[in-house]
T-cell receptor
Framework: KNEVEQSPQNLTAQEGEFITINCSYSVGISALHWLQQHPGGGIVSLFMLSSGKKKHGRLIATINIQEKHSSLHITASHPRDSAVYIC????????????FGKGTLLTVNP | DVKVTQSSRYLVKRTGEKVFLECVQD?????MFWYRQDPGLGLRLIYF???????EKGDIPEGYSVSREKKERFSLILESASTNQTSMYLCASSPHGAYGYTFGSGTRLTVV
């Protein structure tokens, strides 16, 4: 079993829909990251969380430390949101090692 | 704008060649990382460095080596490229004691 599990693996939505991507982890963590990767592109860091909730524009990330679970929400989705979203965690107090989920491929159709 | 720059976007090399992938960051970060990304496997850590001339193996170091002679530059070396090293390679950096990461745009390497 992977230490970081994401669901769903693939998600197709219509423009304007509210989207949720989930991430569960099985280890103690010091930080959780949400990353975005457009097709053929590099990776952009969206959020880093250790507790609570963060918002940036139409994106919201939440984390529940007790349940070892995080969600990434996209409100009013747009075709430009189409990308792979990756959850990653720093575990064991290390800022060296990131453990990655396998990613969620989001496609938003116009 | 802060940056992690990878020298090549696409690279095609022959089996047995020695391959150098270069990564430069302009943020004075102590930590630098090399990952490879493969479909169905996600990102896996090859090597990281926490200071000049310091390096540690990641999860999949076999067939790779690294060099960090200057703080801003971290090189990944494929001593004798093989077809199973065809992949997307991503460099990242982070400051010491902090969790923020900056990634490069990636190098898609094809070994033929």
């Amino acid at each position: 079993k992977n230490e970081v599990e994401q669901s769903p693996q693939n998600l197709t939505a219509q423009e304007g829909e509210f989207i949720t991507i989930n991430c569960s982890y099985s280890v103690g963590i010091s930080a959780l990251h949400w990353l975005q990767q457009h097709p053929g592109g590099g990776i952009v860091s969206l959020f880093m969380l250790s507790s609570g909730k963060k918002k940036h524009g139409r994106l919201i990330a939440t984390i529940n430390i007790q349940e070892k679970h995080s969600s990434l929400h996209i409100t009013a989705s747009h075709p430009r949101d189409s990308a792979v979203y990756i959850c990653a965690v720093n575990s064991g107090g290390s800022n060296y090692k990131l453990t990655f989920g396998k990613g969620t491929l989001l496609t938003v159709n116009p | 704008d802060v940056k992690v720059t990878q020298s090549s976007r696409y690279l095609v090399k022959r089996t047995g060649e020695k391959v150098f992938l270069e990564c430069v960051q302009d943020m004075d970060h102590e930590n630098m990382f090399w990952y490879r990304q493969d479909p169905g496997l996600g990102l896996r850590l090859i090597y990281f460095s926490y200071d000049v001339k310091m390096k540690e193996k990641g999860d999949i170091p076999e067939g790779y080596s690294v060099s960090r002679e200057k703080k801003e530059r971290f090189s990944l070396i494929l001593e004798s490229a093989s077809t199973n090293q065809t992949s997307m390679y991503l460099c990242a950096s982070s400051p010491h004691g902090a969790y923020g990461y900056t990634f490069g745009s990636g190098t898609r390497l094809t070994v033929v």
